[in-house]
């Protein structure tokens, strides 16, 4: 059966019952990455550091997807057409990097509040596609721990909001994990 003879609904309860841990665990991965570098590396280091690290938690996230089952890359799955919504929302995400960059220029301790919140926005679609509030949690969570971290520890921008950001991804796919079950 392709996307033209299933609905759109029988496809939204298809993706849903998905596990999704495949991009929180790459999202783990490389904040906790930008964290410890935020520790230890000097300023200039540390936003290359975010940079790269942020841009490949979705190439990370399909890499472990063969090892959670999920095999995002997997040709004879069927296609779903909320695969294609989920990674338009990827997509965006990436695109928000032409908001963060500018305030980078004017501010390089900008870097960990836009990233770490515009990255967080794909959270929001992913809720309302598997009709759960695990993706909603995320995002305005995220949101709010990330924009205080950055107001109340300005001195360790580079550490404690990734490290935030680690710390909502685990309560992640904790409910993740519930929600299967």
Not at 31 to 45: C, D, E, S
Not at 127 to 154: C, E, M
């Amino acid at each position: 059966m392709n996307t033209e003879t299933r609905s759109l609904e029988t496809q939204r309860q298809e993706f849903a019952q998905r596990k999704f841990l495949a991009m929180p665990f790459a999202g783990i991965i490389m904040w906790t990455i930008v964290g410890i570098g935020g520790i230890f590396l000097p300023p200039q280091l540390e936003t290359w550091l975010l940079f790269i690290c942020t841009g490949f938690i979705a190439s990370l996230g399909m890499f472990i997807s063969k090892f959670t089952g999920e095999n995002f890359l997997d040709k004879k799955k069927l296609k779903n057409t909320f695969d294609n919504l989920f990674f338009f929302a990827m997509g965006e995400a990436l695109l928000v990097y032409s908001i963060a960059i500018p305030f980078f220029m004017t501010d390089y301790t900008s870097l960990p509040l836009t990233v770490g919140i515009l990255t967080g926005l794909m959270w929001l679609p992913f809720s309302w596609i598997v009709q759960h509030w695990v993706g909603l949690f995320h995002g305005i969570f995220r949101t709010i721990l990330v924009l205080t971290l950055w107001y109340l520890l300005p001195d360790l921008r580079f550490v404690a909001i990734p490290f935030a950001i680690v710390f909502v991804y685990i309560i992640t796919i904790v409910i993740l994990l519930k929600r299967v079950k």
